[in-house]
C-alpha cells in the first residue's frame, strides 16, 4: 500500500517536472527552426529574383553566343544553390519525424482524448512540417523552372548558329561604290583612335608603355632564352645531319612549332595585361589591341608549322617529301590565307567597335573568301612532288579534290550572298587544319616514341641510358609510357582548341569537363572518370608503398637482425600479399566503388568458385603453408616425386623448380604439401656420397678394404666426423663388392668428389695389382654401306645448317665465358 | 590491330598489358555505379516515389523488396508520406513500414 502510494507521488512529481521543460524545448526548437525557415524562405526568394533577371538578360542578349552560355553557367549554379538550400531542413525534418513517431497516432473516434499539451504538440510539429514542406516545394518550383530555361537557352544557341551559316546578304546592294567611302570613314576613324591614343600614351604615360613593353619583351625572352637553352638541341634542325631520323624530324616540327609559338604569345598576352595593369589602354584600344594578338598569334602559329614541316631551306629535315620550290611556294600561301583570315577577323572587331554599316562588313568578307579560295585551289593545283623520270605529280587525288571542293564551295557560298557560311568554312580551314596538323605531327611522334626502340634514340633516352642503369627493355617500357602521356596530353589540349574554332564556348567545355568528372549516366550505370582515376592513383600510391616497406623491412631491420633467409623470404612475401591486397581495398573505395554490390556478386559466384578453382585454392592455402612451415626456401636442393633440383621461387600459388638441366619446373603447391619432399639442405648442406667398387674374387680384401679407407680418409672434402666407411656389401655373381661411404660438409661437391675418388681408386688398384673385373661381352662388327648420296642440294643445305649450328654454339660458348667468369661446380646431380 | 595478329614477343606482352588494363578500367567503371541515390523498399507492397530532376517529375514505383538507384547529380523527391526532400545524389532512401528514412 505504501509502496503503490510513493509510485503515485513519484509519477506526479515526474510529470509536474517535465510538462514544463518539454514545452520549453519545444518552443526553443520551433524559434530555431522558424530562424531557419525565414532565412532558406529569403535565399530561395533572392534566387528566384535573381532568375527572374537571369530571364530578362537572355531576351536582351539573344544574339550573343557567349553572353548565353555564360547566362547559363549562372543558372546551374543557382540550380544546385536552390537544392543547397532545401538541404538545409534535412535534419530538422528527421527530429520532427522521429518525434511524431514518439508521439504516435492521434487517438481514434470513441477513445478517450490525449491530453492537452500532447495534441497541441502535435499541433504544432504538423504546421512547422508543414512550412518547412512549402518553403522546399518553392525550391523545387524554382529548380523545374532553372532546366526550363537551360534548355531552352540550348535552343536559342543553335538557332543562333543556323542562323549564322544560312543568313543571306543581298551582295549587290553591298558592293556598291558607297562602300568606298564607307571604308574610308571607316579608315579615317580608325586612325584618329588610334593617334589620339598614341598622343595620349606618350605624353602622359610614356615610362608606363615603356615599362609594360620591356617587361612583356623580358618575360618572352625568358621563356624563349630558356626554352632554346632546355630543348634547344631537339628542336633546332641541324644542316650538317645528313639523313634525320623520321622521329627526329617529327619532334623538331612539333617543338619548333610550340616552343616560339608559346614564347610569341606569352609575350602578347602578357603586352595585354600590363597595359591593362598600368591603365595605359583607353577606350575601344584595349579590344584593338586584343583582336591584333589574337590574330598576330594565329599568323604566326601558321607561318612556323608549315616552314617546320615543309623546311624549305633543308630538304633533309622536311616532314613531307615535296621539292623545294613547291614547298616555300606552300609556306607563302598558307600564311597568306592566315593572313587574310587574321586581318578579316581583326577589321571584323573594328567594324563592330566602330558601328560601321553592314554593307561594310559584308564587302569585307566577301573579299576575304574569295581570297582564301582562290588560295585553296591553287595549292590544290600545286604540283608538289618529282616522280623518277624528273615529271611533276600533283597532290593525292583525295587530297587534291577535298581541297578544291573547299575552295570552290567557299567562293560559290560568297558569291550567292551567303557570306556568313562561307566565312565560316575559310576559317574553320585555316585555324581548324593548322590545329590539326600540329596534333597530327604529335601524334606521329608519340606513335615513333612507342616503337621498339624509339625511346632509346630520343635524347633523353640516350642520357637515361647514359646516367642510370635502365636496360632496353625498361627503355623500351618508359617509351610507351611517355606516348600514352604525350596521346593523352595532345586529346587535352588540342580537342578544346578545336572546340573552341567550332563554336562551342569555354563554359560549354567546362560543363562538359565537370559532368566527365563527377559522372555520366548510361542507363543506370554512373561512370565517373575522376573516380575510377583516383582509385587507380592510390592503389599505385599503395602499392609502391607497399613495395618500399618490403624493401626496407627485408634489406634493413631483417638483414641486420641476421634472419634466417627462409623466413625472411615468408615475411617479405607474406608483407607484399598483404600490402597488395590492402592497396587494393582501398583503391576499390577510393574509386566510389560500393563493395557491398561486389560482395552480392562474391556470393552468387562462391558456390561456382568451390567446384572450379577448388584447385587453384588448394594450392593458395598450400602456398600460405609453405610460407609458415618453411620445409624448403629459395636456394634448396629438394626432390619432389621425380623432380630433383634447386628452389628459386615460393609464390602463392606454385612454386619453381630448377633441375639441374637447367628446366624450370612449376610444381603446385599443394603437390608440395600434400606428398612427401625430400631436401637435401633442409637443417644443413651435411650429405653422405656412396661409391661402388667390384674387385675381383681372389683379391686380398683386406688390402682393397684399407686402400679404399685411404683414398676416402685422403680426400680434402671428406669430413674426418662422421668417419668414412668402407662397406663390404655383397659377394656379387662376378665380383666382391664394396662400398665407400663418405660424408661432405656440402653436399652439392658430391660429383666432384666421386670423381676424385674413383680415379684414385683406379690409379690405387692399378699400382697394388688389385683387379675390376669387367663381364665380357660379345662385340659384333657391323659394316654399314653409306648410301650414294642422291639429292646435293639437301646435303649441302645440311652442311651449311651444320656449320651454322656450330659457328651458333661457338658465340653462345664465348658469349658464356664472358658472362660468367667464377668457374661453376659441377651440379650435384 | 588485333592482338591475335601481332607475332612479335615484345609487342605481344604489351597486347597482353592493354587487355588488362582496359578489363581492369571496364571492371571499373562498371562497379563505379555507387554514385547515384539508391531507393530500397522493404515493404511487402509497392511504394512511390515522386522524384523532381532536371525539369521533370517522374514517379519511381518500387516493388517489394526492390532496389532502385535514381538521381546521380541532385534531385528532389516526394516521400510516400508526402514530404518533400532534396537529396544530393549519394543518400540511400530506406522505405519500411511505409515511412521513408534518408541515410
Redesign the interface.
Known amino acids: 500500500m505504501v509502496f503503490r502510494l510513493l509510485r503515485l507521488v513519484l509519477i506526479l512529481a515526474l510529470v509536474v517536472v517535465s510538462a514544463p521543460s518539454f514545452d520549453a524545448m519545444a518552443q526553443a526548437i520551433g524559434q530555431g527552426s522558424a530562424a531557419l525557415i525565414a532565412e532558406q524562405q529569403k535565399a530561395i526568394q533572392d534566387l528566384s529574383a535573381k532568375t527572374d533577371d537571369l530571364e530578362k538578360k537572355m531576351q536582351q542578349d539573344g544574339e550573343d553566343d557567349a553572353g548565353l552560355v555564360d547566362i547559363r553557367l549562372q543558372l546551374e549554379e543557382m540550380s544546385?544553390a536552390a537544392?543547397t538550400s532545401?538541404?538545409a531542413?534535412?535534419s530538422r525534418?528527421?527530429d520532427i519525424?522521429a518525434r511524431i513517431?514518439v508521439l504516435g497516432a492521434p487517438p481514434a473516434e470513441g477513445q478517450p482524448p490525449e491530453p492537452e499539451i500532447v495534441a497541441s504538440e502535435r499541433g504544432a510539429l504538423a504546421a512547422e512540417?508543414a512550412e518547412i514542406?512549402a518553403v522546399?516545394?518553392s525550391?523545387?518550383n524554382l529548380?523545374?523552372r532553372i532546366?526550363?530555361l537551360?534548355?531552352k537557352i540550348g535552343a536559342m544557341r543553335s538557332a543562333l548558329f543556323r542562323n549564322v551559316l544560312t543568313k543571306h546578304y543581298e551582295l549587290s546592294d553591298a558592293l556598291s561604290p558607297q562602300v568606298f567611302a564607307d571604308a574610308q570613314n571607316e579608315y579615317t576613324g580608325l586612325y584618329r583612335a588610334v593617334s589620339s591614343w598614341l598622343t595620349f600614351a606618350i605624353k602622359f604615360k610614356f615610362q608606363a608603355v615603356l615599362a609594360a613593353a620591356l617587361m612583356a619583351l623580358a618575360l618572352a625572352a625568358v621563356l624563349f632564352v630558356g626554352g632554346r637553352r632546355l630543348f634547344g638541341r631537339i628542336f633546332e634542325a641541324d644542316p650538317s645531319v645528313e639523313d634525320p631520323s623520321y622521329l627526329s624530324r617529327l619532334s623538331v616540327a612539333f617543338w619548333s612549332t610550340l616552343l616560339p609559338t608559346l614564347a610569341v604569345g606569352v609575350f602578347l598576352a602578357s603586352t595585354v595585361f600590363f597595359f591593362n595593369y598600368y591603365n595605359v589602354l583607353r577606350g575601344d584600344i584595349g579590344v584593338f589591341l586584343n583582336a591584333l594578338a589574337a590574330v598576330i598569334a594565329v599568323v604566326f602559329c601558321v607561318n612556323r608549322l608549315t616552314n617546320a614541316a615543309l623546311e624549305p631551306r633543308l630538304p633533309n629535315w622536311r616532314l613531307i617529301p615535296v621539292e623545294t620550290g613547291p614547298a616555300r611556294w606552300l609556306v607563302r600561301l598558307t600564311t597568306a590565307m592566315a593572313v587574310v583570315i587574321g586581318i578579316n577577323s581583326f577589321l571584323s572587331v573594328v567594324n563592330d567597335k566602330m558601328g560601321s554599316p553592314l554593307s561594310l562588313t559584308i564587302a569585307r568578307s566577301f573579299v576575304a573568301t574569295i581570297i582564301v579560295g582562290v588560295i585553296l585551289i591553287l595549292m590544290a593545283l600545286l604540283r608538289p612532288f618529282k616522280a623518277p623520270d624528273g615529271s611533276w605529280r600533283p597532290w593525292p587525288a583525295w587530297l587534291r579534290y577535298t581541297a578544291i571542293a573547299l575552295g570552290l564551295f567557299t567562293i560559290a557560298a560568297a558569291l550567292f550572298g551567303y557570306i556568313g557560311l562561307s566565312f565560316f568554312v575559310s576559317r574553320q580551314v585555316v585555324v581548324t587544319g593548322t590545329i590539326l596538323v600540329t596534333a597530327y605531327i604529335g601524334f606521329l611522334s608519340a606513335r615513333e616514341i612507342g616503337e621498339?626502340g624509339g625511346f632509346a634514340g630520343t635524347s633523353i633516352g640516350r642520357w637515361l641510358s647514359a646516367t642510370s642503369s635502365y636496360e632496353d627493355?625498361a627503355l623500351?617500357q618508359l617509351g610507351?609510357v611517355v606516348s600514352i602521356a604525350i596521346n593523352v596530353m595532345i586529346v587535352l589540349v588540342f580537342l578544346p582548341l578545336i572546340l573552341l574554332m567550332w563554336g562551342f564556348q569555354p563554359g560549354d567545355i567546362q560543363a562538359w569537363a565537370y559532368k566527365l568528372a563527377?559522372?555520366i549516366?548510361i542507363g543506370?550505370?554512373?561512370?565517373?572518370f575522376l573516380?575510377?582515376l583516383t582509385?587507380?592513383v592510390v592503389f599505385i600510391i599503395g602499392y609502391f608503398l607497399t613495395r618500399w616497406f618490403q624493401g626496407w623491412l627485408d634489406g634493413s631491420v631483417m638483414a641486420r637482425g641476421k634472419v634466417d633467409t627462409g623466413v625472411r623470404n615468408s615475411i617479405r612475401l607474406a608483407v607484399g600479399y598483404a600490402g597488395v591486397a590492402l592497396a587494393a581495398l582501398v583503391g576499390?573505395s577510393a574509386?566510389?566503388?560500393?563493395l557491398s554490390?561486389?560482395a552480392l556478386v562474391a556470393g552468387a559466384l562462391s558456390l561456382g568458385i568451390g567446384f572450379g578453382l577448388q584447385n587453384v585454392v588448394s594450392n593458395f592455402v598450400s602456398g600460405l603453408i609453405l610460407l609458415a612451415e618453411r620445409p624448403f626456401k629459395v636456394g634448396d636442393w629438394i626432390v619432389a616425386g621425380d623432380i630433383s633440383g634447386t628452389v628459386k621461387k615460393i609464390s602463392v600459388r606454385a612454386t619453381e623448380i630448377e633441375t639441374f638441366q637447367r628446366q624450370s619446373v612449376i610444381l603446385p603447391n599443394s603437390n608440395l604439401i600434400n606428398n612427401a619432399v625430400g631436401n637435401w639442405t633442409h637443417r644443413n648442406k651435411l650429405g653422405r656420397v656412396d661409391i661402388k667398387v667390384g674387385v675381383a674374387y681372389g683379391s686380398d680384401v683386406k688390402q682393397v678394404h684399407a686402400v679404399l679407407l685411404e683414398i676416402a680418409r685422403s680426400h680434402a672434402l671428406v669430413l674426418k666426423n662422421p668417419e668414412p666407411f668402407v662397406l663390404f656389401t655383397n659377394f656379387g655373381p662376378a665380383a666382391l663388392e664394396f662400398e665407400i661411404r663418405v660424408f661432405l660438409a656440402d653436399v652439392m661437391n658430391g660429383n666432384i668428389v666421386q670423381n676424385d675418388i674413383r680415379f684414385a681408386v683406379l690409379d690405387a688398384f692399378h699400382s697394388e695389382h688389385i683387379e675390376i673385373p669387367s663381364q665380357p661381352r660379345a662385340v659384333v662388327e657391323t659394316k654399314k654401306h653409306e648410301a650414294w648420296p642422291i639429292d646435293d642440294d639437301k646435303i649441302e643445305a645440311e652442311f651449311a645448317e651444320r656449320e651454322q649450328a656450330l659457328v651458333e654454339a661457338e658465340a653462345e660458348a664465348k658469349r658464356l665465358a664472358k658472362s660468367r667468369r667464377k668457374a661453376r661446380k659441377p651440379d650435384p646431380d | 590491330m588485333p592482338c591475335e595478329m601481332q607475332q612479335?614477343r615484345?609487342?605481344h606482352r604489351?597486347c597482353k598489358m592493354w587487355k588488362s588494363v582496359v578489363a581492369a578500367?571496364a571492371f571499373?567503371?562498371?562497379?563505379?555505379?555507387?554514385?547515384?541515390a539508391s531507393a530500397v523498399n522493404k515493404d511487402a507492397e509497392t511504394r512511390t516515389l515522386i522524384v523532381?530532376e532536371?525539369?521533370?517529375k517522374t514517379e519511381l514505383a518500387l516493388a517489394a523488396g526492390e532496389t532502385?538507384?535514381?538521381c546521380?547529380?541532385?534531385c528532389?523527391v516526394t516521400l510516400p508520406?508526402?514530404?518533400?526532400?532534396?537529396l544530393?545524389g549519394s543518400e540511400t532512401v530506406e522505405i519500411s513500414g511505409g515511412?521513408a528514412?534518408?541515410k
Do not use: C
Request: glycine share 16%.
Open positions: 544546385r537544392l532545401a538541404l531542413f534535412r525534418l528527421s519525424n513517431e512540417k514542406n522546399i516545394a525550391a523545387q529548380s523545374i532546366s526550363g537551360i534548355d621498339e627493355a623500351d610507351l563527377t559522372g549516366t543506370s550505370v554512373t561512370i565517373s573516380g575510377i582509385g587507380i576499390v574509386a566510389g566503388i560500393d554490390n561486389l | 612479335r615484345w609487342r604489351y578500367i571499373l567503371a562498371v562497379g563505379g555505379s555507387a554514385f547515384a523532381t532536371g525539369g521533370g532502385v538507384e535514381f546521380p547529380n541532385g528532389f508520406n508526402g514530404d518533400l526532400e532534396a544530393t515511412v528514412r534518408i
